[in-house]
């Protein structure tokens, strides 16, 4: 080699060794900081830890319109209890949603919401502790995973256990790990508190989706120090905002699952023919119409995920072999209807969706999706939509399918209904629910469901049949009147 080269490549590696000592010293002056974090927050002390408020819950995926905040409930007392040993929570909820300006809904009733995750293992109880009432909760384990992590002791934990990295941000230290495919970043600062964590769960409709926490006004807390304020986002909305009254630590209960929900409940789709080609499609909280054309098949609705999605497809294919689903009528964007929309896509369908949602459903769906690939990932094509503002028909040039925006109905601003003339049958969800049998009809009606009324009315629409897309299955036209009229008027005639 050269002279000239050989002390050229010297020098360049003298240069490059100094910062990389510098940075090994840096980052083991992080360390400590993560070191001295955890010794103030008492990590190694505190197995476990409770902690209770009040303030406001927002409920992720229902807002009333795709660019609105989730819908706010204000909180009256909200309890968490966390066991890090055993990744265990309990979260209890006393909720009452927050009357908004401008927006008709059903008279509020207080929620009182009991969850649980424990590993692997989510669910919620009805009637606490009553493990009989305990209901599998499957979606819902990676997000109160994630909330178990992101509690301050809980975050520094974790970092530790999984040997984090650190680097100088913003006067303080920002720590990174993966816990398996999750990914966590927080901050901690010069008064060594944990001032916000970040972590990444899956969504159907968004994808790789940001959960944010902030942590505010530490105080001691018997002893324990914690933030007096915790906030948390989720989609880059609110979900969560609790002013901390008390902090408990090592007094948490064990948190197992029952038995009876250790295993995910199978997925079923159940058949039932309305009308010669017109199928629905149920077997669980939501239910899809399969409607038969010349050469093809309309769905109606592909609700809650992708696995719910394709188990109504390969229904779809077993009752109307030979013909494609060409058309996926979507009645509106809350997570629980729009949550398998993309499986469709990758089915080949074309979105039937009203305009207020199609550009929503293209900016999420240009999200990452590392987390969780589904088809549309595996194998990604460019979606179709068609989309409508006013009256909108499917036809074969036989049978008619006509979609019609719900107008002034304060649930979603984007809803939509489904009306077959020839058949009389009505499809919808959401705006009305049918009642169990032998259920009394609320003494005040559901604005809702008055609403749909009025919008048949107006529409001028021959409706015999409602095959409403949740409840206990199709019902008459008589029925929604019924469940309108108030119990005071029918006891008055």
């Not at 293992?121 to 599998?136: E, S």
């Not at 489904?418 to 009389?424: F, G, R, S, W």
Request: charged share 20%.
């Amino acid at each position: 080699m050269h002279r000239s080269i050989r002390v050229a490549s010297r020098t360049l590696a003298t240069f490059v060794a100094l910062p990389l000592t510098l940075s090994a010293v840096a980052l083991a002056a992080q360390a400590a900081s993560l070191e001295t974090a955890a010794q103030s927050l008492g990590v190694a002390q505190v197995q476990s830890l409770e902690f209770s408020g009040n303030g406001r819950w927002f409920q992720f995926g229902q807002a009333p319109a795709p660019e609105l905040p989730w819908p706010q409930f204000d909180v009256s007392r909200y309890v968490a209890s966390v066991d890090y040993a055993s990744a265990a929570a309990r979260v209890q909820i006393n909720r009452l949603q927050t009357i908004e300006p401008n927006r008709v809904r059903p008279a509020p009733v207080e929620q009182k919401v009991d969850q649980y995750v424990s590993g692997t293992t989510a669910w919620n109880v009805g009637v606490a502790p009553a493990a009989a009432n305990a209901t599998p909760q499957p979606a819902a384990v990676e997000e109160r995973v994630a909330e178990i992590w992101s509690t301050p002791q809980g975050f520094l934990k974790a970092a530790l256990a999984h040997k984090a990295t650190s680097k100088p941000a913003n006067g303080g230290v920002e720590v990174s790990f993966n816990a398996g495919k999750y990914r966590y970043v927080g901050w901690i600062n010069a008064q060594d508190r944990v001032e916000r964590v970040r972590t990444w769960i899956d969504n159907p409709i968004l994808g790789d989706t940001l959960v944010e926490t902030r942590f505010e006004g530490y105080k001691d807390f018997n002893g324990v120090a914690f933030p007096a304020r915790i906030t948390r986002s989720l989609g880059g909305h609110p979900v969560l905002d609790i002013n901390v009254a008390e902090v408990k630590a090592n007094g948490v209960a064990a948190i197992k699952a029952p038995d009876n929900v250790g295993a995910a409940p199978a997925i079923t789709v159940a058949v039932s023919k309305l009308a010669d080609g017109v199928f629905y499609l149920t077997g669980g909280t939501h239910h899809s119409v399969a409607i038969e054309q010349k050469d093809h098949v309309v769905l109606v609705e592909a609700p809650q995920s992708e696995a719910r999605a394709q188990a109504v497809v390969d229904k779809v294919k077993e009752t109307i072999p030979g013909k494609p689903i060409k058309y996926l009528i979507n009645s509106h964007a809350h997570f629980d209807h729009s949550g398998g929309v993309r499986t469709l896509v990758a089915e080949g369908a074309t979105i039937v969706t009203h305009q207020g949602n199609v550009d929503y459903y293209k900016k999420a769906w240009a999200a990452p999706r590392t987390l969780n690939k589904d088809r549309l990932a595996q194998a990604p094509k460019a979606a179709k939509f068609e989309s409508f503002s006013s009256k909108h028909v499917l036809s074969d040039g036989k049978r008619q399918i006509e979609v019609y925006p719900i107008a002034g109905n304060t649930h979603n601003d984007a809803f939509a209904l489904i009306y077959l003339p020839a058949e009389k049958i009505l499809i919808e969800g959401d705006a009305y629910t049918p009642l169990a049998a032998n259920a009394k009809p609320p003494a005040t009606p559901n604005p809702y469901a008055v609403n749909l009324q009025q919008n048949i009315e107006t529409l001028k629409l021959d409706v015999d049949q409602i095959a409403a897309l949740h409840g206990p299955g199709v019902v008459k036209l008589a029925d929604l009147k019924a469940y309108n009229t108030p119990a005071a008027v029918v006891g008055s005639r």
